[in-house]
């Protein structure tokens, strides 16, 4: 976001919270492909309540918004981008509590 390059910060925060949610999955990793994902998030990780709906939320506001504003000369709103790292943020920090919590066990 700092060196003014929005849509790349955009599809990073999308592809860290991919990341965060695919090692949340107790099964194993589903992997990167987008269907293989939302099922594993709505298949698994919703129901399992390892992921909450507000993530869910996030998470495809994040893969929606790193869409439209990566191939436009359309700026996001800052409201938008500080939505979206704060997001971010807090997914990988749950995420990294529950997997790396359920190491030391």
Do not use: Y
């Amino acid at each position: 976001m700092a060196a003014g390059q929005p849509g790349e910060a955009l599809a990073l925060f999308r592809e860290a919270m991919a990341l965060a949610c695919r090692a949340l999955d107790p099964r194993g990793d589903p992997g990167a492909e987008p269907a293989a994902l939302l099922a594993a998030i709505h298949g698994h990780l919703l129901p399992e309540e390892l992921l909450t709906e507000a993530d869910a939320f996030a998470f495809a506001r994040a893969g929606e918004a790193a869409r439209a504003f990566g191939v436009s000369t359309v700026a996001p709103p800052e409201a938008l981008m500080t939505a979206v790292a704060m997001d971010a943020s807090a997914l990988l920090a749950h995420s990294a509590a529950t997997t790396l919590g359920g190491l030391r066990r």
